[in-house]
């Protein structure tokens, strides 16, 4: 986070501004990720900084020490990796990323939070927000994104999970998700939907459309609505990621794949590998349900009778018992993919110590789709709302 202090503030004009003035650089001291502490006027090491100079000069030796080094280092850190505000350019936005969280403090009655102009209570509040994933299944999701994050960012971001009461985890499925979210909508907002907004990032899959297994579900349409409200009553500030292929486990590498497969699923491996080689078949590889198989996808009219016939496997699958676009395959490629590699992928997509192939999933990701959010964004929206 980017706090700018107006410098006046360090004239403390009560006990209570002073103990929060206190609490906010503390705050921002501790934290493993490092905030950009700005002053304005800006704060010069060895030059007159007025009343800053004073107050730390009235502190302890070792806490104004750590308050200078805070103060120095605020320019230099406000120079590093910042993501822009970006997003997706069809509607619904399936992803959107709102860049940097930078506030503003200063001597108030209340809080400007639209504009992020804030009392110094305030502030203090915001820095002590745990950051709030919204995920559909966290424990899964959180390896992927960290395995998505690479070698030096996921290990920052592991070593912030494990940091008590800084980040907060909601799961439960998409319905759970949903209920999170739409309860940022509360309107008109309060001190407290904006906190958690403005800490807030959401991750949920593509899934599978009722008539086309390549749209969005029901569910992830209901997400994206509700991240929309929110932004409609807040303005720019939640970051949310509707993956575009199907689900966490269509970004495992091709590696990961042959890894990870029974032997009497190497055939199903071969034949997703060898769609995502090729331009014209990668979107199939993308939609397909990596743990169900085709048999994920069956069509909505099918008959409870059949339904219980595959399921028992009396009748063989058949092309024209799913959705587009697997209605089109051949028999050979049904009998291929009809049945997928179950909850494997997402064992070994958690596993401790990480598997060897992890390393490869930034590489898998940015093979697209072209959609998607940019990878390097993606990352960092989720660092910026920390």
Known sequence: MRVTLDRTLFDVQSPPEAVALVDLLSTAVRDLHGHAMLTDPPYLPGQDNGPIDVWLNGRNWHEAQAFRTLLTNGLLTAAGPRSA?????????????????????????????????????????????????????????????????????????QALLDRPGRVATHGGGSGEAKKWVEALT??????????????????????????????????????????????????????????????LESYMPDSALHAEAPMDRVPFVQKVISWRSDPSWAPLAWALDLKKGLHGDLVESLSQADRTELKNKKIPLQAHMLKPPFAGLSPGDVSILARGLGEKLGEALRATPDRAWTYQ??????????????????????????
């Open 361 to 386: 999933f930034p590489a898998e990701y940015d093979r697209g789709p072209a959609d998607q959010a940019p990878r390097f964004l993606f990352v960092q929206s989720l660092f910026d709302r920390m």
């Open 186 to 247: 509360e309107n008109p907002p309060t001190s407290r939907t904006w906190r958690r907004m403005l800490r807030t990032w959401v991750l949920f899959d593509n899934d599978a459309g009722d008539l086309d297994v390549r749209q969005l579900s029901r569910h992830a349409i209901a997400l994206i609505h509700a991240c929309e409200s929110v932004v409609a009553i807040h303005g720019a500030g939640l970051s949310w990621v509707c993956l575009r292929r199907r689900e």
């Open 85 to 157: 505000g970006v997003s997706d350019s069809s509607w619904p936005r399936r992803w959107h990323l709102a860049g940097p969280l930078e506030i503003r403090v200063e001597r108030r009655g209340q809080s400007d939070w639209r504009n992020r102009v804030l009392t110094l209570a305030d502030a203090v509040d915001l820095l002590s927000e745990p950051v709030h994933l919204v995920m559909e299944n966290a424990w899964t999701e959180l390896a992927f994104v960290r395995h998505l994050a690479g070698p030096t960012n996921g290990t920052t971001l």
